[in-house]
Structure formats: C-alpha cells, structure tokens
C-alpha cells in the first residue's frame, strides 16, 4: 500500500512538472485520436445521413450490421488493419504499419460503426416532417441535409464526443499497428501497458490519471451535449 | 401559375392513395380541396408540391410537365410553397424560420420585411420568439408567413385551420382572404371542413377514395352535389334521393311537397333540422309537410335539442329549442308530428 501512495506521489510529479516524455506522449495520443475523429467526422457524417435519407432495399438490415459493430473487439480491427497494411498486404506499399498515421486508419475504422450509428439515430430523433418541410421552402437535396444535420447537432456532438472516447482510450490496434514505438508511435494506452509490464508503476499511473482526465472531460461534454438535446 | 394534375395515381405499399386523380387550378384562383380525412388531399398537396411523383400520369406547372426530381424540380418548387398540416419548425427564432426560404435561394433577408410579414399574418413582434414555443394557431401563421416571404406564385395549404381554435379561425380565414386578393397568388387549399371551403374559395373538388368526385365552383358542389356521399359530405343534413315530380318529391315511401318545380327527374332534398318543428297534433297548412314520426333519441346540445325522427321510410334529425322539447315531454318512443314548410325544402339536383 505503501509503495503504490508513493508511486501515486511521483506520478503527480510526474504530471505537475511536465515531464517532458509524458508530455510528449499525452500530446501524440490526442492527435491521433483527433486526427481519427476528424477524419471519421469527414467520412462517415456524410454516409451515416446518406443511410438515413435515402431509401434503399435492406436498409433496416445495414442498420443493424452497423449498431451490431458497435462492440467489436479493438484487437480485431487492429488484426484487420495490421493484415491490410503489412508488407504482403494490399496496403502494404503505402508503409503505414508502424506509423502513427496506420494508427489512425485503425482508430477510423473502430470508431466507424459508433459513429454512423449515432449519426442515423441522432438524424431519426428529428422529427419525421423536417425534410419535405425544408423542401417545399426551396431547399435543395444537400441543404436540407445539412438544416436537418444542423437539428441534430446536439446527437451530432455526442456521436463525435463518444467516438473520441472511443478512440482515445483503445489499445490494442495502437499496439498492434503502432509497434509502441519510443517517440514515434508510443500513446497513452500502450504506454501504460508497457510501464505496467515494467514494472514502472508511477509513471503509468501518471499516464492513467491523464487519460482518466481526459475521458471525463469527454463524458462531462456527453453529458452536457445531451442535455441540450433534450 | 397554373397547376394540373392528370389522371394521377399513387400507392404506398399495397394502398392505392390516388386513383386517376385529374384536377385543374387556374392561375390567381382559390382552389379548394375537399375530402374526408384520408381520401389522399396531403398526398395530392405533396405531388403539386413535386416533393413525391406520382406512379403514373403528370404534373403540369403552366401546361408543363413538371420534372419528377433534380434540380429542375427544385427550382420549379422555389416558385411555390406548401404549408403542411403540421408545420415543423427549426430550432432558433421565428425570424430565422421566416427567413429560411431567402437563404436557400442565396438571398439576402430584409429585416424590414421579414417583420412587415411577421406583422401581415398577425405575428408582429414574434420575430425574436423561440419557433418552438409558439401555440398551434401562431405556428400555422408563423408558417404561413415563412412560405409567402420568399414570394411564391402558388400557395399549397394542408388543413390550415386543422390546429387553430374555433375562436382564432375567423381571423385567418380573413388573412387567407387578404392574402389571396392582396398577393393575386394561386392557392389551392386542402380541407375537410366546408365551412372554411365556402368561406375561401373560388372554386374546387371533392377528393373522395383517391379521385375527384365532383369539381366545379363551391356552389355548384354544396347546392347540387353529384353524389348522396357528396351531399352528405358537404354538410347537408337530412339528404334524401328524390325522385321529382311537378311539386312533389317521392322519397322512398315519402311524398314531399317541394316549392318549385325542377328540371330534372332524378336528385336530392335536403331539410335543415332547423326548419323542422315538431308536434304532438297535426300542423295545419298548405304548403306545410306534416309527416306522422317516432322520437328515437334526444342529444342536448346546450341551447338546443337534436331529435331523432323514425318515419315510415327514413329517419330525419330536427333541432329544437330546450323549452320546446320539454313542453312536449318529448322521450323515446313518443309519436309525434315532424312538419316543415316546402319552401324550407332544399332540392339538390
């Protein structure tokens, strides 16, 4: 007991005085995880109102499939793109394993299915005669996508607030994908992992209480996002 | 603008909404639509509107076939505006609602005139209102003015009075009115009321099981309707099919005695339950029908007494005072003497 206050103690340091390697890491893990949800954000806004406008065969069924890969396993999706982007896969000339920018096309893809599925339901959550309404006011197809986005925008910032979450606290791609490379691919996760096995309790600590922050920021943002919407 | 919609015909699914509707509206004309809940006057609405195509048959704007879809149909609907039964509102201000149609076509609001508008449907001073909180009669007019403010040449209106209250609906009939006469715009308007039909407009349809039973102008549907459905639709109470004779009109088993003449052999009458009193005697008079009668039941309406009347053939519906119908001890069961004056008999052809 002793010793875990005592390594809690140093982690605080650790913090306080911006310890520059747990700076540094802190810093890569929040761009990545921005760099995954912005470009999320870019791809699947556009696709998740695509789903919801338009009408199409076995749309219910799409739906399913993409709320059924709300919960699937981080090292799956690392798997996948480890399989896609190694050497003898077909993104293996684009040299992104290893690299904080294969980290990211994993992080796109996990958070793809929380993403479109917030996006479809926060669309389905305004009310039913908004677009023939925008329409017959004069809107074209995309303005009235962007009004009835623009009515959703609460649902909107939830889907992107969880899908940072989503991306900010996952491991086991980074790890996969990134090689938890010193000063290159190494984030806050697969840090503590390694501390962790290192037995470099104090300074995983230090990286725990910072990620612990920043989810709930992440969650207190949620919340009051939420509450907006309501 | 001129609006035709011919021989069209829509399904969702297994039910068949419009079946080979045709109508036309002329250009600066009133056009009432008129049907029972869920004869497809929405669906109608939603087709001018070029917001659905229809299965088969053709939109016409000026004689042209409108396109179904695109960017043709979408500058073709920037010349009208529909205003649905349930009007959504954005989230923001009744200014910003207002305004909507301006900026979708890339034009800049006029502050000035977005309130002479809020101020034309009787919203003056609402424009910095939250559109949400407004009651259903403003958000109707709140509606109404967003349409117009972008300057259609034809108005589309579902059910405009459907969420207003009975006290409010006078005052926006007269803006419809004014509206209308002021703007010189084509309106056509979707109801089920009759009453709102006649006081508005200068001609229209009956829309019944998807097609148009009857067009023309509002009195020539409501005094001689083409259907015993028609009649009964439009209001008329008390509708029996006649067959004429000199004054006579044979109903069934029922001789009624009519003012005039007409020139037709086949048709309708109708009496107002007003024109009809009710005794325990024979009324003497000859130009009175008096027709021997059982009162069925008794509805206490407040000021008056709706009686239902068993005759040999038909049952008639009298209204009468309270006083009268307790003065006469009136209860189901009790015979009784129903009489009404020729004159009072109406004669739909």
Sequence with gaps: ?230 | MRLGLQNVSKSFGSRRVLDGLSMEVPEGGFFVLIGPTGCGKTTALRMADLLIGPDSGSVTIDGIEAPGSGRAATALRRRMSLVMQRPFMLAGSVRRNTEYGLAVRGLRPDRANTEAMLEAVGLAGYGDREANTLSGGELQKAALARSLLPGPELLLLDEPMSSVDPEARPGLRALLRRLHSGLGITIVMATHDFTDALALGTCGAVLMDGRISQAGTLDDIFHRPATLEIARFVGQVNVLSAVFSGLDASCGGLRIRIAEPVPVRKGFVAIPPEAISISLEPVEGSQRNVIPAVVMSLEDTGWTCLVELELSCCRLTARITRESAADLGLVGGKSVYASFKATQVRVLQ
């Design chain 1, 1 to 230: 007991m002793d010793k875990l206050a005592e390594a809690f103690g140093i982690s605080l340091r650790l913090i306080l005085s911006g310890d520059p390697t747990v700076v540094e890491v802190t810093l890569r893990t929040l761009g990545i995880s921005a760099s995954a949800t912005l470009l999320a954000c870019l791809l699947f806004i556009p696709a998740g109102a695509i789903v919801h406008f338009a009408s199409f065969p076995g749309k219910k069924i799409l739906i399913s499939v993409i709320q059924a890969f709300y919960s699937v396993p981080t090292v799956f999706v690392g798997l996948v793109v480890f399989l896609l982007i190694s050497r003898t896969g077909p993104l293996g000339s684009l040299g992104l394993l290893f690299t904080r920018q294969g980290i990211v096309l994993a992080e796109v893809l996990l958070i793809a299915p929380v993403m479109l599925g917030l996006v479809i339901s926060g669309l389905k959550g305004v009310s039913a005669d908004a677009p023939d309404t925008l329409r017959t006011l004069g809107a074209g197809r995309i303005q009235m996508a962007a009004a009835v986005l623009r009515e959703a925008s609460p649902a909107m910032i939830s889907a992107v607030l969880l899908s940072f979450g989503r991306a900010i606290s996952e491991v086991g791609a980074a790890m996969m994908i990134g090689g938890n490379i010193a000063g290159r691919t190494r984030t806050l996760t697969t840090a503590i992992s390694l501390g962790v096995g290192k037995g470099e309790t104090a300074e995983s600590i230090a990286l725990g209480l910072i990620l612990l922050s920043i989810a709930l920021v992440v969650s207190a943002a949620v919340h009051m996002a939420g509450s907006r919407s309501r």
